[in-house]
């Protein structure tokens, strides 16, 4: 098993950037994909963008050409590099690592 801490997160203006980490604590695990989900205020968990360990990438279309995601499968680290935010971005983000999930982080855009 692993644990995963994320990190990165906080108020931001709109337009403004953030990024966010996400490492493990303990443990290690076999990931072919690392991902990222968010959940807005009242509603249901959403895909964000995911990376797979030959480097193919694909996000959602709310997020594609702001949001980058990066990382290595072998060490399970994700991050995600998130520019020109918007309100809409308001989220709890989770990490998602294998078949292991983050606690989740909030992210606040504020106008």
């Known amino acids: 098993q692993v644990q995963l801490v994320e990190s990165g997160g906080g108020l931001v203006q709109v337009g403004g950037s953030l990024r966010l980490s996400c490492e493990p604590s303990s443990g290690r695990v076999s990931a072919t994909t690392l991902g990222w989900f968010r959940q807005p205020p009242g509603q249901e968990q959403e895909f964000v963008a995911r990376?797979?360990?030959?480097?193919?990438?694909n996000y959602s279309e709310s997020v594609k050409g702001r949001f980058i995601i990066s990382g290595d499968t072998a060490k399970n680290t994700v991050y995600l590099q998130m520019d020109d935010l918007k309100p809409e971005d308001t989220a709890v983000y989770f990490c998602?690592?294998?078949?292991?999930w983050g606690q989740g982080i909030q992210v606040t855009v504020s106008s």
């Open positions: 998602h690592v294998g078949s292991f």
């Open positions: 990376l797979n360990n030959y480097g193919d990438t």
